[in-house]
C-alpha cells in the first residue's frame, strides 16, 4: 500500500488559563493598568440601544480610566465600548469569565462572557503629551498673518482670534483705504453656513467700530457654488487657501526614497 504524507495541521492556538486571566483583570483593574487580551467571546449591551453580539476572536482593552473597548479582528472602529469612569466587576461561569460593566452616567451595562483567552498583558502606561493637529483653522490664520498678500496685496493684518460676542474672528485687518477687513477661515469647503457666519461677523464690527466701511473674506480649500454666489452678494470675496500642512511627512515635489 503507498504510504500515505501525513496531513500538516495548523497548531492550535495558545490560551491562557481562565484563572489566570481572571486574576490579571482583577489586579489590572485594581491598579488601574491598560490591559490589552485577545480573547474567544460574545457581547451584550444595554443602554440607548439594545446589542447582542454572538461568539467570535477580538481584541479587549481595559484602559487605565476604566474605558473598555472591544475590537473585531478588521476595522478601526469598536464593535463595543463603555465610556471612561466604567466600573468592571469579574463572574467566574464554570470555565468562563464573564465581565459585567456598567457606567452609571451613561446608564449602560456590557456583559463580555469570555470563553477563551489566546493571550492577556496588563502595564501601568504613562502619557501625558496631547496631539499636535496640523492643518486647523489656526494654522491658516497664523499663515495669513504670515502671508497677508494672500488676502490682498494691501492687507494688513492686526490681530488673529479677535473675540466677539457671537465668536472668534480668525484674522482682523484693513486694507490700504483704512477699510476694515475680516477673514473666516475654513479648513474644509466653505458652505452657506460658513457664508453666514462670517456676515454676523462683519456687522457685528460694524456695531462695534461705529462704521460701515467693513468688508469680509472667506478664506478656504473651496467653496460650493451657492456659498460663492451668497458670498457675492454681500459684497464679500473669497480667497483659495489650502491649510499648511506643517507636519506633512513627504514633500510631492520631491523624488520619494522608493522612485530613485
Same mark, same amino acid.
Given at each position: 500500500?503507498?504510504?500515505?504524507?501525513?496531513?500538516? =495541521?495548523?497548531?492550535?492556538? @495558545?490560551?491562557?488559563?481562565?484563572? !489566570?486571566?481572571?486574576?490579571?483583570?482583577?489586579?489590572?483593574? #485594581? /491598579? $488601574?493598568?491598560?490591559?490589552?487580551?485577545?480573547?474567544?467571546?460574545?457581547?451584550?449591551?444595554?443602554?440607548?440601544?439594545?446589542?447582542?453580539?454572538?461568539?467570535?476572536?477580538?481584541?479587549?482593552?481595559?484602559?487605565?480610566?476604566?474605558?473598555?473597548?472591544?475590537?473585531?479582528?478588521?476595522?478601526?472602529?469598536?464593535?463595543?465600548?463603555?465610556?471612561?469612569?466604567?466600573?468592571?466587576?469579574?463572574?467566574?461561569?464554570?470555565?468562563?469569565?464573564?465581565? =459585567?460593566?456598567?457606567?452609571? @452616567?451613561?446608564?449602560?451595562?456590557? !456583559?463580555?462572557?469570555?470563553?477563551?483567552?489566546?493571550?492577556? #498583558? /496588563? $502595564?501601568?502606561?504613562?502619557?501625558?503629551?496631547?496631539?499636535?493637529?496640523?492643518?486647523?483653522?489656526?494654522?491658516?490664520?497664523?499663515?495669513?498673518?504670515?502671508?497677508?498678500?494672500?488676502?490682498?496685496?494691501?492687507?494688513?493684518?492686526?490681530?488673529?482670534?479677535?473675540?466677539?460676542?457671537?465668536?472668534?474672528?480668525?484674522?482682523?485687518?484693513?486694507?490700504?483705504?483704512?477699510?476694515?477687513?475680516?477673514?473666516?477661515?475654513?479648513?474644509?469647503?466653505?458652505?452657506?453656513?460658513?457664508?453666514?457666519?462670517?456676515?454676523?461677523?462683519?456687522?457685528?464690527?460694524?456695531?462695534?467700530?461705529?462704521?460701515?466701511?467693513?468688508?469680509?473674506?472667506?478664506?478656504?480649500?473651496?467653496?460650493?457654488?451657492?456659498?460663492?454666489?451668497?458670498?457675492?452678494?454681500?459684497?464679500?470675496?473669497?480667497?483659495?487657501?489650502?491649510?499648511?500642512?506643517?507636519?506633512?511627512?513627504?514633500?510631492?515635489?520631491?523624488?520619494?526614497?522608493?522612485?530613485?
Amino acid at each position: 500500500m503507498p504510504h500515505k504524507k501525513p496531513i500538516n =495541521h495548523p497548531p492550535a492556538p @495558545s490560551r491562557m488559563e481562565i484563572g !489566570d486571566f481572571s486574576r490579571l483583570i482583577e489586579s489590572g483593574v #485594581a /491598579a $488601574r493598568e491598560s490591559i490589552v487580551a485577545f480573547v474567544h467571546c460574545q457581547v451584550t449591551y444595554s443602554g440607548r440601544a439594545e446589542a447582542f453580539l454572538d461568539r467570535g476572536d477580538r481584541l479587549l482593552i481595559i484602559k487605565q480610566d476604566q474605558t473598555v473597548i472591544i475590537h473585531q479582528p478588521e476595522g478601526n472602529a469598536p464593535i463595543n465600548y463603555m465610556r471612561p469612569a466604567s466600573v468592571v466587576a469579574i463572574e467566574k461561569i464554570d470555565e468562563h469569565l464573564l465581565l =459585567h460593566v456598567r457606567n452609571d @452616567s451613561e446608564h449602560a451595562y456590557l !456583559d463580555i462572557e469570555v470563553f477563551r483567552c489566546y493571550d492577556a #498583558a /496588563a $502595564r501601568r502606561l504613562d502619557d501625558g503629551q496631547k496631539q499636535d493637529i496640523a492643518g486647523n483653522e489656526r494654522d491658516m490664520s497664523d499663515w495669513i498673518r504670515d502671508n497677508p498678500a494672500s488676502i490682498s496685496a494691501d492687507f494688513r493684518p492686526i490681530s488673529r482670534e479677535e473675540q466677539t460676542d457671537v465668536g472668534f474672528i480668525d484674522v482682523f485687518g484693513h486694507d490700504c483705504t483704512g477699510r476694515l477687513v475680516v477673514v473666516e477661515c475654513k479648513r474644509i469647503t466653505a458652505s452657506l453656513m460658513a457664508v453666514d457666519q462670517l456676515r454676523r461677523y462683519v456687522e457685528r464690527v460694524k456695531k462695534i467700530k461705529g462704521t460701515e466701511n467693513v468688508t469680509g473674506v472667506l478664506a478656504a480649500p473651496s467653496i460650493t457654488p451657492n456659498a460663492l454666489e451668497m458670498l457675492s452678494s454681500w459684497g464679500f470675496r473669497y480667497a483659495r487657501i489650502d491649510p499648511p500642512k506643517r507636519l506633512e511627512r513627504w514633500n510631492k515635489d520631491q523624488k520619494k526614497i522608493f522612485e530613485f
